[in-house]
Structures are given as structure tokens and as C-alpha cells.
């Protein structure tokens, strides 16, 4: 049996499933549940698949950084980064 979950699906995916942290640490009182979701279940957008685009978004990660802006950036226009940033932060801070 497990000793670790981590999960990133929107608030009740897994309760839906059967695998919430209730349930699961139910089955297995020594289990360290970790539920990482995109948006918290009090906010707005918590029913929104949480792309990395829709995080860098909401966290204004889809703007460049004063300084590393191109020569004549608009700064209306939008920024995107293929890099997962709020994937592999979000992992990495649950995991540790």
C-alpha cells in the first residue's frame, strides 16, 4: 500500500472517485495525502482545468520580468513560456 499520494485534479475529482484524502487515509491511517489543484475549492475559477497557460496566467507568469523584456516589448501583448513552471514548482514544494 502506498505511503504518499500527491494529486493535482480539480476539488472533487477524487473524493468523485473514491480517493479523496478522507477516504484514502481512511483506508490507510498512515498515508500522507497531498491534493495540489490548480485552484483552491473557495475560488472562482476552481472549476477550471488548470493548464499551464491558465496558471501562468492567473499568476501573471505570462509577463516578462523587468529587465528581460525584448528592445520595444509591448507590454499589452501576451507572454507565454512552454516551460511548466507551475507544474514542476507545484510537484517539487508537495514532494518535499
Known amino acids: 500500500m502506498a ?4 494529486e493535482n485534479f480539480r476539488p472533487g475529482v477524487m473524493d468523485r472517485l473514491g480517493l479523496g484524502g478522507e477516504a484514502a487515509c481512511e483506508r490507510n491511517p498512515r498515508l500522507i495525502y497531498c491534493s495540489i489543484p490548480g485552484f483552491a475549492p473557495d475560488d472562482p475559477r476552481a472549476d477550471m482545468q488548470a ?22 516589448w509591448d507590454w499589452s501583448r501576451p507572454f507565454y513560456s512552454a ?11 508537495g514532494a518535499t
Open 51 to 72: 493548464w499551464e497557460g491558465i496558471l501562468d496566467a492567473a499568476t501573471d507568469n505570462c509577463i516578462p520580468r523587468a529587465g528581460e523584456e525584448q528592445p520595444g
Open 3 to 6: 505511503s504518499y499520494m500527491i
Open 83 to 93: 516551460v511548466t513552471l507551475p507544474s514542476n514548482f507545484g510537484g517539487f514544494f
